[in-house]
């Protein structure tokens, strides 16, 4: 299969059977991945080291890309700027330990997309932010506020009806 439809995808064959410490380099750049149906990364660039020790295959990568994605306060697209970075360890199958070990594939090539995508999507942030300054939606018109100020003063918190909001003055004192 070609590179293209897997490109992160590496032969590795010569490095399984080099002498311990053999290391190779391997550059990945890649215009748009598909993370998940509605998330794609763009610009991804990124290098994976790989090097033979005793007990199988070393593999370091760092990666960036960028995503357009949504701000948390003001809701507005922007690129984020994601890095991130992983080292797995291939073990060869007469060093394994436990079932859970990543296996010296015996044709000699490794797909690192598997943990391209599963890194990536740990890098997002659960409320990724524009800016750290950014002031949000007025909560009382919805302006984006970074925007336009729309000079609506927060109104006071209505009384709760909650069953604890009598001991709101308690707190207080």
């Known amino acids: 299969m070609s590179r293209q439809h ?41 290098l994976a080291t790989v090097s033979r020790n005793p007990q199988g295959l070393l593999v370091q990568a760092h990666f960036q890309a960028q995503l357009q994605t949504a701000c948390s306060r003001c809701l507005s697209t922007f690129p984020l700027a994601l890095k991130w970075q992983f080292i797995e360890t291939y073990v060869f199958p007469q060093k394994r330990k436990t079932p859970e070990e990543l296996l010296v594939p015996m044709d000699g090539y490794i797909d690192l997309g598997d943990h391209v995508r599963d ?32 000079h609506h003063h927060s109104a006071p ?6 069953p604890f909001a009598s001991l709101k003055d308690w707190f207080e004192s």
Do not use: H, M, W
Not at 10 to 36: H, K, M, W
Not at 157 to 162: A, I, K, T, V
């Open 157 to 162: 918190p209505e009384e709760s009806s909650s």
């Open 6 to 46: 897997r490109p992160f995808r590496i032969n590795v064959g010569f490095i399984i059977g080099g002498q311990i410490g053999i290391a190779r380099d391997f550059d990945f750049v890649c215009e748009s991945l598909p993370l998940a149906p509605d998330l794609t990364i763009q610009q991804l660039r990124g």
């Open 119 to 150: 890194y990536a999507l740990l890098a997002i942030p659960s409320r990724p932010l524009c800016s750290p300054e950014c002031k949000g939606l007025c909560p009382v018109c919805g302006e984006n506020r970074n925007q336009r100020e729309c």
